[in-house]
């Protein structure tokens, strides 16, 4: 089924598309982090001194993530990320909600699809209100697809997501989410807790085209080194909370 042209043209009007648009026409994006190993994720709900803040980005991590699940508002994502506005650093947002979208000197962001959540509005649901409710500059928008492993966090228990997932249960949502979906990255996350490096490797073994993220209890060289050997970029983040050196030891 198709819109009568006319009709499609009042829509294009009232919701300012321009065929000729990037935003429209969703062309194929740069994939930057095909070039990364590590990430670095900050909570706008948790402290970060500017003398860290200094740290971490000198520290030879490739991007900025900000990103949190519990607390999170416009406002203090705001100020996280006017704290980075002067680093020339790549920086992300991962937005908790659609209301806290907030792309002013942020270079992407990435969106996530919960893959095994038990709650729809994690697919699809919160973000077509947010296409429907909000101004989106969609070159700036990467998609990707989350797989919650970690019962106890907190990301976990809001998205009510399925963990206790076989491997070959993981290996399917990745592989529905790259070749069904057309997603560019599979994110793997533990949050907090350290993961299987086996089912990791075995993951890996099973892409061909997204990058997969991992992310989870990364608070040491041995544990930074060993899911680098299998994941595209690691994803650091509670260790910068608790002890900057031993984030430093974390950088590849």
Not at 143 to 168: F, G, Q, R
């Amino acid at each position: 089924m198709s819109f009568p042209l006319k009709i499609y043209k009042r829509l294009a009007i009232k919701n300012n598309i321009n065929r000729s648009d990037d935003a429209y026409t969703m062309k194929a994006k740069a994939r930057p982090w095909k070039n990364w190993q590590h990430i670095t994720k900050l909570d706008p709900d948790k402290y970060i001194s500017l003398e860290d803040l200094d740290t971490i980005v000198g520290s030879g991590t490739d991007a900025i993530m900000v990103s949190g699940t519990q607390n999170i508002t416009g406002k203090n994502v705001s100020q996280l990320i006017a704290h980075l506005e002067d680093y020339d650093i790549p920086k992300i947002l991962e937005p908790a909600t659609p209301d806290t979208v907030i792309d002013d000197d942020m270079d992407y962001i990435f969106v996530p699809l919960v893959l095994n959540t038990g709650d729809l509005s994690w697919i699809v649901g919160k973000h077509k209100d947010w296409i429907q409710k909000h101004p989106i500059n969609w070159g700036k928008v990467i998609p990707e697809a989350y797989i919650v492993m970690n019962p106890e966090s907190a990301v976990a228990k809001l998205t009510k997501s399925k963990t206790d997932l076989s491997a070959e249960e993981v290996i399917a949502y990745a592989r529905y989410a790259e070749r069904y979906l057309g997603l560019p990255i599979i994110y793997l996350e533990y949050s907090g807790a350290y993961g299987d490096p086996l089912l990791v490797q075995s993951l890996s073994d099973s892409l061909s085209e997204a990058s997969l993220f991992y992310g989870g209890g990364i608070d040491s060289p041995a544990t930074a080194s060993e899911m680098t050997r299998y994941a595209d970029v690691i994803v650091v983040g509670n260790i910068v909370y608790t002890d900057m050196d031993k984030f430093m030891a974390t950088i590849p």
